[in-house]
């Protein structure tokens, strides 16, 4: 299987492969800058401005030495730019779901991040980077799969939607000390 992709619809310059270990560093701090950029005026400033690099690292760290799931990159110039992480349908411990919302999930996958830095926002890297993910996800039998969304952001939620998702679903998720509304979109394949 041919890992990297090189389509011809993304701009001279860009890339995707999947994510190395050599890469924690970089995607630490796309995830620190675009967390600060998208989340601005949806999540508490004060949660936002002391998201910390240091703590996204080791976290970053862990899932490439672990390597479970599918992580993949989008670089510019060979400097990442952005990336996506998916893999098997999880509750993350921040959400809350009845035990009814829980049985209603048949969904076998999930994308948990997709970020790109804000200046390579609307370039068709996202599209692409989603793209290449819910290839994988198919592959390896993980369809249909889920994406969670914070209900007030609506760029993401926009992106989802002219994907193919369908909103299947309504949650209150726990970041710092506050809940936030998420919405599932649901891809069927």
């Not at 799931?69 to 411990?93: M, R």
């Amino acid at each position: 299987m041919n890992n990297n992709c090189k389509n011809t619809s993304l701009p001279s310059g860009y890339e995707i492969r999947e994510a190395r270990i050599g890469d924690a560093e970089d995607i630490a701090f796309v995830h620190t800058m675009a967390w600060k950029a998208a989340y601005k005026g949806i999540l508490n400033q004060a949660f936002l401005d002391n998201v910390s690099l240091e703590e996204r690292l080791r976290f970053r760290q862990k899932i490439l030495t672990e390597g479970k799931g599918l992580q993949y990159v989008a670089l510019w110039k060979n400097q990442v730019i952005g990336f996506c992480d998916a893999h098997v349908l999880h509750f993350h411990e921040n959400q809350h779901l009845s035990a009814e919302q829980r049985q209603r999930r048949t969904e076998r996958g999930e994308i948990y991040a997709l970020y790109l830095l804000e200046n390579h926002q609307h370039k068709g890297i996202g599209k692409a980077l989603f793209g290449k993910i819910r290839i994988q996800l198919k592959e390896q039998g993980l369809t249909p799969f889920l994406a969670w969304v914070f209900k007030d952001n609506h760029r993401a939620r926009r992106f989802y939607v002219s994907q193919g998702g369908i909103l299947v679903d309504e949650i209150s998720a726990r970041i710092g000390d506050q809940d936030y509304q998420e919405v599932a979109y649901r891809f069927e394949d």
